[in-house]
């Protein structure tokens, strides 16, 4: 199969191992030379990966949205952000969001793939000329054939992108030796470095990408040293999170959410 230009930087890859995925798809996967991104080449796979739009192997969904709505409420402390207005992107059953309103913050949702059942009624509308204070991208730039394309509406809408992925380990392991390449369910087809991170950033048009282990603040103008300290412990940012959900709770929009579901109902009725 002929090289392909990486996802991240536009260098040159070339061949780095191959797999089966969903069972019986060869996979053939290329690896940067230059920012060392890993990628699945030519996924024609993903129709049948996306069958259903949440695998059936993500049965973390519901933990991994509890945890990151606790990092995403300390980083927003860190950033004096609470009074913004932000938004879930790729955001599936509209869970984080629906977690983020219940302690007060402004979120709002959107994914196509996906339906809203959690946060009715708040749904983004178009990105064109909107602004937000914080976009975030949770287990979403994996899942990404051309990531610079696919997020250049999101980095136009704000200047604060939180988005998670595992970064590819170094040496880079093979399919079979890392489990983050879930040939199971064929969706992860795009393996980031910290420098590939960096170059999307660039090409994105932020200043730069503050890089934790897991969770990832692309971002134009200054960031807090907190924020930078949030993003170096994600394990930390968790548990202050945590002790701050009570305080959070005092802010929740579920009252007001409710009551407005209300409202539309009885409008449905007239």
Known sequence: MPAQPCRACTGPTSPFATARVLGHVEATYHRCGECGMVMAIDPTWLPEAYSDAIAALDVGLLDRCQILSNVTATLLRAERLRGGTFLDWAGGYGTLTRMMRDRGYDFHHTDPMAANVFAAGHEAPDLAGRRYDLVTAFEVLEHLVDPAADLAEVAGATDRLLATTHLVPQPAPGPEDWWYYTLE???????????????????????????????????????????????????????????????????SLLEADVAAVKRQATVGRD
């Open 185 to 251: 369910s064929g969706q992860h087809i795009t393996f980031y470095t910290r420098a590939s991170l960096q170059r999307l950033a660039e090409r994105l048009g932020f200043d730069g990408v503050v890089t934790g282990s897991f969770v990832h603040l692309f971002h134009r103008g200054r960031v807090a040293p907190a924020t930078r300290a949030v993003l170096r412990s994600a394990g930390a940012a968790y548990a202050t999170g945590l002790l701050t959900t009570l305080a959070d709770r005092r802010h």
